[in-house]
């Protein structure tokens, strides 16, 4: 725990250097941004000689932004949640299934943080809590981190405004599972990239390079909304064969193509932390994925296109956080995503979504299957 203490004692350091100039504070309803969003899916799932199944779900967020002056910032959101009343929530998920005879559906704490910002470090960013994700992602894609999670702790972010060429970086210690009579599982995360933006165009490119190390894992029970699933990762026993040292390279490229935004991305990961004399087959460490968005949904009569391909191996990354609908959820599958997105009125979008997938990809399993998701989305937010 030595790091976290170092950690502590840098964040500690820099709210008594680094106070706020006193200002005239705004009313404070001027101060208060709220945030709002409903959507409703219809869902078609195929899993070869397993089920074909149909449901509808629901996803409800409720939150605000509070400034509370000019160097502090507060969040705090509501939102549904797949797993029962007698569960801790799903980390990965904030969708929650209409049925159980029109019971009532729980609602869980998912964002409540704090974000120091002082004027005296422009591009500086302190958060502590139940955060959004304060890392930068390849086209928002899904390959290590489901975009519904929010991760637990503290984060340190700092982008240097510069033309043509803007370095950023961003430090994380993150809570996983803490315990009272045994040692805690956290996550270190680090993560340094620069963008170029290029002279003269809309055109700019975003090269990134992370290390992420799980402590406390190999050994230990599995994490998610259920302990006893593996979530695609080797376990025995309920626990993990291997450690998860994640080192990761991303890179997004955007662009402005007739008044229409383009953005091409590509994701990979290599998990250092195989135990070889546990697992000597096959490593089934690395994960990779490439796509590209055309356009953006959000005022009416406007429209986005989007698809990537990937494979994640079996141990590439913790399972239980990645996403959620690729295969089911989870790690060992590889394919298609394809999605079309169309804003009827401001604010209210029609989308369509289609995972063409195929799991059980390590020489391990004894047979692949095919793994089709079809999702029809509508979206509201105010």
Not at 66 to 88: F, R
Not at 89 to 109: C, F, H, M, V, Y
Not at 177 to 205: C, T
């Amino acid at each position: 725990m030595k790091r976290w203490y170092l950690f502590s004692g840098l964040a500690l350091f820099l709210l008594v250097i680094l106070p706020a100039k006193a200002q005239e504070q705004k009313p404070w309803y001027d101060r208060i941004k709220p945030n709002v969003d409903l959507r409703y899916r219809h869902e078609e799932i195929d899993k070869e000689d397993v089920y074909y199944r149909t449901r509808d779900r629901i996803r409800a967020r409720l939150g605000f932004k509070a400034s509370i002056n000019p160097a502090w910032d507060m969040y705090v959101q509501l939102a549904t949640d797949e797993a029962g009343k007698d569960s801790g929530g799903d980390p990965a998920s904030s969708n929650q299934t209409l049925t159980d005879s029109e019971s009532r559906k729980p609602i869980w704490l998912d964002l409540a943080y704090m974000d120091f910002h002082p004027e005296q470090m422009k591009g500086f960013h302190l958060y502590g809590g139940k955060m959004k994700n304060p890392l930068f992602i390849p086209g928002k894609n899904q390959l290590i981190w489901d975009s519904d999670l929010t991760p637990e702790g503290g984060a340190i972010s700092y982008a240097y405004s510069s033309e043509p060429v803007e370095p950023f970086v961003n430090l994380g210690y993150f809570w996983i599972k803490e315990r009272e009579y045994d040692e805690d599982s956290a996550l270190y995360a680090g993560q340094a990239g620069l963008k170029v933006k290029f002279p003269n165009s809309k055109i700019y490119l975003i090269l990134a390079g992370s290390y992420f190390e799980y402590i406390k894992t190999k050994d230990y029970p599995g994490f998610g909304a259920d302990p006893s699933k593996s979530y695609g990762n080797t376990l025995v026993g309920g626990a993990y064969v291997n450690d998860y040292k994640l080192t990761e390279a991303g890179l997004e490229l955007g662009a402005d193509v007739y008044g229409y935004p383009l953005v091409i991305y590509g994701d990979y990961v290599v998990n250092n932390g195989i135990d070889s004399d546990r697992d000597p087959g096959d490593k089934d460490n690395i994960g990779w994925l490439a796509g590209v968005n055309f356009g953006k949904a959000q005022k009416a009569m406007t429209f986005g296109l989007r698809y990537n391909y990937r494979e994640l191996q079996k141990d590439a990354v913790i399972g239980a956080f990645s996403d959620s609908d690729f295969i089911g959820g989870g790690t060992d599958g590889k394919g298609h995503c394809f999605g079309v997105d169309f804003a009827v009125y401001d604010n209210v979008v029609l989308s369509f979504t289609d995972f063409v997938n195929t799991g059980a990809i390590s020489d391990e399993a004894p047979e692949t299957f095919s793994y089709n998701r079809m999702q029809f989305d509508a979206v509201v937010t105010f």
